[in-house]
C-alpha cells in the first residue's frame, strides 16, 4: 500500500460545529503531517507529528487540534471554525521527518466553512 | 529565510511544444529539491528529488535539473495530461521544508 488516505473528500461545516479529518498510511512511516492549502497557493504547513509525538505546530489557531491515536492515524479536530478557515487540507506522510525520500500526500478534504 | 520562487506563474503550451519550468532558491543549506505535481483538487505527487549542483532525473517526458542557486524542469513534447500545477520545494538542513508557488501548466491539444 502506497497511498495516503483521506476522509471525507468534501466537507461542510457550520461556525458552532465539530467535525474531524482523518488521514491513514499503511507505509509504515514514522512522520506524518497536516497542511492548509488555499486556491493557487502552495500548501502550508500546520503540524508535525515525528514517531506519533507532536513536533511542529506552525502556530496554528487552537480550533485546530491534531491527533495521532497511532503511527497509522492522523486526525485533526476541528471547532469553532471561521469562513476563512475554508481551504484544502491534506495530509502527508514521509519515512521520517524531514526525509528526502519525498511526502506522500493525500488528496486532500475540501473544507467548506459557513 | 529559504526562500523560493518559480517562474512563469502560468505557461500555455502547444501539444509537441517543449519548454522549461524555473524554480529559484535561497537556502541555508540544500538538503534536497523537490519537484512535486498537483492536479485540481488532489493532493501533490512526488516527481524528484535532487541533492547537489549537477544532478539530473528524468521521468518519462519531464527532466530536473540542478544548480546551485535554481532548478529547471524541462517537459519535451508535452501531451494535454500534462496539464498541472508543478510545485518546487526546497529542504534545509534544520529539516525546513519551503513550497515555492508553483507554475500553472496548460497543455493545449
Known amino acids: 500500500d502506497t497511498e495516503v488516505t483521506q476522509t471525507p473528500k468534501h466537507l461542510v461545516m457550520g461556525m458552532t460545529n465539530k467535525k474531524s479529518l482523518k488521514c491513514e498510511q499503511h507505509?509504515?512511516?514514522?512522520?506524518m503531517y497536516w497542511y492548509k492549502q488555499k486556491a493557487k497557493k502552495p500548501p502550508e504547513l500546520m503540524f508535525v507529528y515525528s514517531y506519533e509525538k507532536l513536533s511542529i505546530n506552525e502556530s496554528v489557531p487552537s480550533r485546530f487540534s491534531p491527533e495521532c491515536p497511532n503511527s497509522s492515524l492522523l486526525n485533526l479536530h476541528l471547532h469553532a471554525l471561521q469562513p476563512e478557515d475554508s481551504a484544502l487540507y491534506l495530509c502527508?506522510?514521509?519515512?521520517?521527518?524531514?526525509?528526502?525520500?519525498?511526502?506522500?500526500f493525500g488528496s486532500g478534504t475540501r473544507l467548506t466553512v459557513v | 529565510e529559504d526562500q523560493v520562487t518559480q517562474s512563469p506563474e502560468a505557461l500555455r503550451l502547444q501539444e509537441g511544444e517543449s519548454s522549461s519550468l524555473n524554480c529559484s532558491y535561497t537556502?541555508?543549506?540544500?538538503?534536497?529539491l523537490f519537484w512535486y505535481r498537483q492536479d485540481p483538487g488532489k493532493g501533490p505527487e512526488f516527481l524528484f528529488t535532487l541533492y547537489s549542483a549537477g544532478e539530473e532525473k528524468e521521468k518519462e517526458r519531464l527532466k530536473a535539473t540542478l544548480t546551485k542557486k535554481e532548478s529547471f524542469l524541462h517537459i519535451t513534447a508535452p501531451k494535454p495530461e500534462d496539464s498541472a500545477t508543478y510545485l518546487c520545494?526546497?529542504?534545509?538542513?534544520?529539516?525546513?521544508?519551503?513550497f515555492g508557488p508553483g507554475t500553472r501548466l496548460s497543455v493545449l491539444p
Open positions: 507505509m509504515g512511516h514514522r512522520a
Open positions: 537556502v541555508s543549506g540544500l538538503r534536497g
Open positions: 520545494a526546497v529542504q534545509d538542513y534544520g529539516q525546513n521544508f519551503v
Open positions: 502527508a506522510s514521509s519515512q521520517e521527518e524531514g526525509s528526502t525520500y519525498g511526502y506522500t
